[in-house]
């Protein structure tokens, strides 16, 4: 089973509210990841964990906090966003990096996003 | 900086046939990992296949297939039997071994015709 869920699937916020979005794995993965996508573009990297902690910060602004209570989830908490800062926010996670000629590769599991829309 | 390159921001097929997408790379390093991503209208983006940089045979998954060329550092994705459920939006990304991010292609977007 390779699920990552995501909650909510929409929201629509405006530029005072607070609101946080939800990822989810059951898969034991020991890495967790939040991507932001704009439309018709890849993704970009926003934040990584690694075994509950903050091992990549991609330089976003602070009005987004990652958190990350526990193996299985992640949260991304809003704050004063920007009509710029709508898009589809990915969390993706992956399992322990496999060993191959000593060096560790990482897959990446992707959830189906939440489509986030600030007015 | 490694970067992924992918020439087709669009390509069609008809149904049954077999397409084949375009990706190049650029890296100074031996240790990577190359990978394919689909992402249908659905939005969920998911791994279509990997190849370790190492390994000269090409990977395979059912009807995907790639070419990679490492010398040419060219990693094309081929798909056979073209389905309508293949049309997406498909990425081409580069990750160094150790490493956890993921360098993506601009993506091509692929249409399915019945």
């Known amino acids: 089973d390779t699920e990552v869920t995501q909650t909510p699937k929409h929201l629509v916020m405006g530029m005072t509210n607070k609101k946080s979005l939800k990822c989810e794995q059951h898969?034991?993965?020991?890495?967790m990841y939040w991507y932001k996508q704009k439309a018709k573009k890849p993704p970009e990297l926003m934040f990584v964990y690694s075994y509950e902690k903050l091992s990549i910060n991609e330089s976003v602004p602070s009005r987004f906090s990652p958190e990350c209570p526990n193996s299985s989830l992640l949260n991304l908490h809003l704050h004063a966003l920007q009509p710029e800062d709508s898009a589809l926010y990915l969390c993706?996670?992956?399992?322990?990096?496999?060993?191959?000629?000593?060096?560790?590769?990482?897959?990446?599991?992707f959830g189906p996003g939440t489509r986030l829309t600030v007015t | 900086a490694q970067t992924v390159t992918q020439s087709q921001p669009e390509m069609s097929v008809q149904e049954a046939e077999t397409v084949t997408l375009s990706c190049t790379y650029d890296?100074?390093?031996?240790?990577?990992?190359l990978f394919w991503y689909k992402q249908p209208p659905s939005r969920q983006m998911i791994l279509v296949i990997r190849?370790?940089?190492?390994?000269?045979q090409n990977a395979t998954e059912n009807r995907f297939s790639v070419n990679f060329q490492k010398a040419a550092k060219s990693f094309s994705l081929k798909i056979s039997d073209s389905q309508l459920g293949d049309a997406a939006m498909y990425f081409c990304?580069?990750?160094?071994?150790?490493?956890?991010?993921?360098?993506f292609g601009k993506g091509t977007k692929l249409t399915v015709n019945p």
């Open positions: 190849q370790e940089a190492y390994k000269q």
């Open positions: 993706a996670s992956s399992p322990q990096g496999f060993m191959i000629q000593g060096t560790l590769a990482y897959e990446q599991y």
């Open positions: 898969m034991g993965h020991r890495a």
């Open positions: 990304a580069y990750s160094q071994g150790g490493s956890e991010k993921l360098v």
């Open positions: 890296t100074s390093e031996s240790d990577y990992y």
